[in-house]
């Protein structure tokens, strides 16, 4: 990538776990960041910890993506201010609930934030990107776009909705000089809570259990080699691939459950 001192990268969710990490990972490699998160996530703090350590220009912008009227704000600053090169799209919602006891704005918050949020973004913000010489997206998908989930019904619908519009918008942009890649990562040790809570899942949890940097990293490098779909865990991978619905649904679904008894 060349002239990274002017160009920026956006990545939502920045403010911890595998947001962070891509932070960065990208500013390791010298290029400027506007970070995004929810208010109150210590976002001002951990930007200035980047620009001083890595030596970049960081910009951040706090506000909560499942309001759409605030992702068209962002998009607008972004776009009236920047010239972008890379959008990460990291932010997402899950959870686990029995789905007779979620609420409508549980519901309406994961699909906002995980599905609408992505698309507006990534749609605000492709006529920037089409304007560099090259650019890049990555969207955050999950192996739970591989399998239906029971007492996680809303969540593996919408990373399937985020692989498959990545692979979509990926073909349509393929003589641009727009790549669009997706990451299935699977479960990430991203705190000692959420660490503690996939390793009591047992022999499915460990599994799929990453280190946020190592996948940062990972998708990095691959992003940049152009590499469309981005797999960081092939042992979790292929047994999503392998496993037949009538096997792996239930075998989730029961590894799942134990969260909520």
């Given at each position: 990538?060349?002239?990274r ?11 911890q776990?595998?947001g ?27 930007a200035k ?15 909560d993506?499942s ?61 920037n ?27 593996p ?63 990095i ?12 865990n ?28």
């Open positions: 990538m060349s002239n001192k002017e160009k920026y990268a956006v990545i939502t969710g920045a403010s776990g595998l962070s990490a891509f932070a960065k990972e990208l500013a390791a490699q010298q290029l400027n960041l506007i970070l995004v998160s929810l208010p109150q996530q210590n976002l001002a703090a951990f910890f980047i620009s001083n350590t890595y030596q970049v220009q960081v910009h951040y912008y706090e506000t993506l309001v759409k009227e605030n992702v068209l704000m962002l998009c607008d600053w972004i776009n009236q201010n920047f010239e972008v090169q890379v959008l990460i799209n990291n932010a997402g919602l899950g959870g686990t609930k029995k789905f007779t006891e979620a609420s409508m704005q549980y519901i309406d918050t994961i699909m906002q934030v995980n599905v609408v949020a992505t698309s507006l973004l990534t749609h605000q913000l492709l006529p990107l089409l304007q560099q010489k090259e650019a890049y997206i990555l969207n955050v998908s999950s192996m739970a776009a591989f399998s239906p989930i029971g007492y996680k019904t809303v969540y619908a919408s990373k399937t909705f985020i692989h498959s519009f990545s692979r979509g918008l990926s073909e349509e942009l393929k003589n641009t000089g727009v790549v669009v890649s997706v990451v299935n990562p699977g479960a990430m040790a991203t705190n000692a809570e959420v660490t503690s809570r996939i390793k009591k899942l047992g022999f499915v949890g460990r599994l799929t259990l990453l280190k946020p940097e190592k996948v940062a990293g990972r998708c490098r691959q992003l940049f080699k152009k590499d469309r779909v981005i797999m960081v092939p042992w979790s991978w292929l047994a999503m691939a392998l496993l037949p619905i009538w096997i792996k649904l239930p075998l989730l679904t029961n590894n799942i459950k134990r969260e909520i008894l």
